[in-house]
């Protein structure tokens, strides 16, 4: 895993997941000449030109020279994607697709042969938190995936964050509900604490501080405590005291079943994302 050569990718489709690997690894794991782009905008092409990458407005013999395949285009043209790509397939490309959607026997099967599925696939799923090397991202292998390539792929993933192996496709839809699209409800209920500060009389400055430090002191204090979140909850819960009366309020409207009801609908639309996707 130490050699340059060992890391040297492509990715298709260089927008801002591509972009914020490519911050993680380029001069880290391996050097901006090992990296090849291929990107239809031209702008974009222009900010990776500028990190000394190779680059390319379509798929090209220069591909097969890049035994890592990244694809992270729109999942809605991925499959004229990977058709494009295809020709420069050698036998020890390892393809890692980052599309919501596409699930794993759908890609095998765009990019292998009939009756012949590609099996050096790694479908991922990261988080927008990505961008500034705090994500998280769910990884399922396919069968044919070695120890070794695994090992890679996990390697890519954690110059942007953690990294969590799961065992199909159900699973990375669970992972999208979860993680995928969880900095939204994260963001929303930011909004909620920062709009209730305001109407109790905190600036809109005092308010975004507050909400910031309290949510990123709280994950922080439940990632390093050894007690699980409902033991953290309740020492911050006096009886009768001012948590107590917020909690009642959350526990009336049942916050609980509001959240797990959210995650079953983003899994939902995965599996329904699948489905059309796949034709």
């Not at 939204?184 to 430090?213: H, K, M, T």
Request: net charge negative; proline share 4%.
């Amino acid at each position: 895993m130490s050699t340059h050569q060992e890391l040297k990718l492509a990715f298709i489709g260089g927008g801002n997941m591509a972009s914020a690997l490519g911050a993680g690894l380029i001069g880290k794991r391996c050097g901006a000449q090992d990296v090849h782009v291929v990107d239809i905008d031209e702008n974009v092409l222009k900010r990776w030109a500028e990190q000394g990458v190779s680059t390319a407005s379509q798929a090209d013999e220069t591909l097969g020279n890049h035994r890592v395949w990244v694809f992270a285009v729109k999942p809605q043209v991925m499959k004229e994607t990977v058709a494009a790509c295809k020709p420069f397939l050698r036998d020890d490309t390892l393809a890692i697709s980052i599309a919501a959607g596409i699930d794993s026997d759908t890609f095998a099967q765009w990019l292998g042969e009939p009756g012949q599925p590609w099996t050096r696939l790694v479908r991922c799923m990261p988080n927008t938190p990505s961008l500034v090397g705090a994500g998280i991202s769910g990884l399922c292998a396919a069968k044919g995936v070695s120890e070794q390539d695994r090992a890679l792929a996990q390697q890519l993933l954690r110059a942007v964050g953690e990294v969590v192996w799961v065992d199909n496709d159900q699973q990375i839809d669970a992972v999208t509900a979860l993680s995928g699209s969880g900095p939204a409800y994260v963001f929303l209920f930011l909004e909620a604490l920062i709009q209730g500060g305001r109407q109790l009389g905190l600036s809109e400055a005092q308010a975004r501080q507050l909400a910031l430090a309290t949510l990123s002191g709280a994950t922080e204090l439940a990632s390093l405590s050894p007690e699980p979140p409902s033991v953290l909850r309740e020492r911050v819960t006096s009886k009768g005291g001012t948590t107590a009366e917020a909690l009642r309020v959350f526990n009336e409207r049942d916050f609980v079943a509001i959240v797990q009801e959210a995650m079953k609908a983003s899994y939902n639309r995965a599996s329904e994302l699948s489905v059309e996707l796949s034709k």
